[in-house]
């Protein structure tokens, strides 16, 4: 693993070789490299909301009434379902009054 440049020792002089030109130098190149890697994932983001904002807008606005047609259809759908035969004898027996 090579050590950034301000971390790693000096061979010659110690501290009192280290200068502060160097350390704005890499400094700078942190900032740089970091404003590159923000503005690409806030691109891709900003791509990702728009791609969503896009599709609810075409879904809502451009085809809406197709859709709430599809639900009202839906919904008042009359379907005659009849119980199973074994559930049906005895809940009859249950709930009608024997007549005789």
Request: aromatic share 8%; hydrophobic share 40%; charged share 25%.
């Amino acid at each position: 693993m090579k050590w950034p440049r301000i971390l790693r020792r000096r061979e010659k002089g110690g501290i009192a070789n280290f200068s502060m030109r160097g350390v704005k130098r890499e400094e700078e190149l942190r900032r740089t490299v970091f404003t590159r890697r923000a503005l690409l994932l806030g691109g891709v983001q900003l791509g990702a909301f728009g791609f969503l904002g896009w599709r609810l807008h075409t879904l809502q606005v451009d085809q809406g009434e197709r859709f709430a047609t599809l639900a009202e259809e839906n919904r008042r759908s009359a379907r005659l379902l009849s119980p199973p035969a074994a559930a049906s004898s005895t809940a009859m027996a249950r709930w009608w009054p024997a007549t005789g």
